[in-house]
Antibody
Framework: QVQLVQSGAEVKKPGASVKVSCEASGYTFTSHYIHWVRQAPGQGLEWMGKINPGGGSTSYAQKFQGRVTMTRDTSTSTVYMELSTLRSEDTAVFFC????????????????WGQGTLVTVSS | DIVMTQSPDSLAVSLGERATINCKSSQSVLYSANNKNYLAWYQQKPGQPPKLLIYWASTRESGVPERFSGSGSETDFTLSISSLQAEDVAVYYCQQYYSPLPLTFGGGTKVEI
């Protein structure tokens, strides 16, 4: 079955960077976009950006431009999200999510979610 | 950016009764070329990631119970739960995918018994 398995919780100091991984299985890794969605404690969902695992192209929300980098390793079917210059407001659960449709359709509805990775930013 | 506004923020519904959640977009998410509304609904139970319920505003994802239904067009949408069950206690989010940069979600509606 389709699975997205994320790396474990992290605690970081302000100004540091964090890199979260998301290993995909159960489907053709290069055929579906992977997105990252952030959820601050007790808050709603915020889209951060996406990566095409096939070619590696990315698109980021303007809010995160310059601070976020999404990469992939096709040999391990893993996507990475690195967020730099962390501040306390970045404390959140980060989810990787898979598009329901193939990349060629450029339609973004999320049919599979990772379990989430809690990143805590605290001095 | 397309702003998604949900109402109410929370609602309490008796078991077996109907729950109705509203979602309004700041601009139309109806694509005229295919007459489809680019609107999805998700359910998030406590401590879990969200789960896709509905896309194209009214198409249920495989395995989603028939008591969940979506309706609406252009800027005004509704998620209905026809007969609330205990396992439906969750926060529900709408999401537009008409404009992919950025994709945006509503603020969420908490459904309680």
């Amino acid at each position: 079955q389709v699975q997205l398995v994320q790396s474990g919780a992290e605690v970081k100091k302000p100004g540091a960077s964090v890199k979260v991984s998301c290993e995909a299985s159960g489907y053709t890794f290069t055929s579906h976009y992977i997105h990252w969605v952030r959820q601050a404690p007790g808050q709603g969902l915020e889209w951060m950006g996406k990566i095409n695992p096939g070619g590696g192209s990315t698109s980021y929300a303007q809010k995160f431009q310059g601070r976020v980098t999404m990469t992939r390793d096709t040999s391990t079917s893993t996507v990475y999200m690195e967020l730099s210059t962390l501040r306390s407001e970045d404390t959140a659960v980060f989810f990787c999510v898979k598009d329901r449709w193939l990349t060629g359709y450029d339609l973004h509805v999320f049919d599979q979610w990772g379990q989430g990775t809690l990143v805590t930013v605290s001095s | 950016d397309i702003v998604m506004t949900q109402s109410p923020d929370s609602l309490a519904v008796s078991l077996g009764e109907r729950a109705t959640i509203n979602c309004k977009s700041s601009q139309s998410v109806l694509y005229s070329a295919n007459n489809k509304n680019y609107l999805a609904w998700y359910q998030q139970k406590p401590g879990q990631p969200p789960k896709l319920l509905i896309y194209w505003a009214s198409t249920r994802e495989s395995g989603v119970p028939e008591r969940f239904s979506g309706s609406g067009s252009e800027t005004d949408f509704t998620l209905s739960i026809s007969s609330l069950q205990a396992e439906d206690v969750a926060v529900y989010y709408c999401q537009q995918y008409y404009s992919p940069l950025p994709l945006t979600f509503g603020g969420g509606t908490k459904v309680e018994i």
